[in-house]
T-cell receptor, first 108, second 115 residues
Framework: TQLLEQSPQFLSIQEGENLTVYCNSS?????LQWYRQEPGEGPVLLVT?????EVKKLKRLTFQFGDARKDSSLHITAAQPGDTGLYLC????????FGTGTRLTIIP | DSGVTQTPKHLITATGQRVTLRCSPR?????VYWYQQSLDQGLQFLIQ???????AKGNILERFSAQQFPDLHSELNLSSLELGDSALYFC??????????????FGPGTRLTVL
């Protein structure tokens, strides 16, 4: 069974601070996705990283795929209240395997 | 709005009962996926249909079944319900069969409460 562990499980920080969320697995994935889910809604795709070592930037969000394609990180710069939500990584093999999730709260 | 619709939004029922959850994919999408999200198990893939045929199975219990109809809408049937089946059930859709490699668009979910 492929498992994706995310850390931290919960994170609460002040507006304007920086943060990093991690996604780790013992399995290799062909690519990896990050989603954000808000209360009462389904997950929404933020990014797909495909190549080991790849770095993608989406405004204040920076996503990195590990060289061995087993781990990934999401870094948010100058967090804003609108960043609040559940962040899920998902490994892609034959199907999507979702991580355990990081619930992020940005305090104004 | 992802374009994927799910009904009902909330469902409350008793143990032992049977319920049906409905999903309409985005216009043009041929694949439909069902997921279960619970506090202890996270978001787990249940089953995928592509153009009416089952394509992949995940952690779906034998008490659960699904189908995709000619108009591409899908239904997830949950029977002999147990307290532990209480969860959010999401439907997602994608254009192609290999949805894991393409973007899946998620509906707003159905919250099932089994009492």
């Amino acid at each position: 069974t492929q498992l994706l562990e995310q850390s931290p499980q919960f994170l609460s920080i002040q507006e304007g601070e920086n943060l990093t969320v991690y996604c780790n697995s013992s399995s290799v994935f062909s690519s990896l996705q990050w989603y954000r889910q808000e209360p009462g809604e389904g997950p929404v795709l933020l990014v797909t990283v495909v190549t080991g070592g790849e770095v993608k930037k989406l405004k204040r969000l920076t996503f990195q795929f590990g060289d061995a394609r087993k781990d990934s990180s999401l870094h948010i710069t100058a967090a804003q209240p609108g960043d609040t939500g559940l962040y899920l990584c998902a490994g892609i093999s034959e199907k999507l395997t979702f991580g355990t999730g990081t619930r992020l709260t940005i305090i104004p | 709005d992802s374009g994927v619709t799910q009904t009902p939004k909330h469902l409350i029922t008793a143990t032992g009962q049977r319920v049906t959850l409905r999903c309409s994919p985005r216009s043009g999408d041929l694949s439909v996926y069902w997921y279960q999200q619970s506090l202890d198990q996270g978001l787990q893939f249940l089953i995928q249909y592509y153009n009416g045929e089952e394509r992949a199975k995940g952690n779906i219990l034998e008490r659960f079944s699904a189908q995709q109809f000619p108009d591409l809408h899908s239904e997830l049937n949950l029977s002999s319900l147990e307290l532990g089946d209480s969860a959010l059930y999401f439907c997602a859709s994608s254009v192609t069969e290999r949805g894991a490699y393409n973007e899946q668009f998620f509906g707003p979910g159905t919250r099932l409460t089994v009492l």
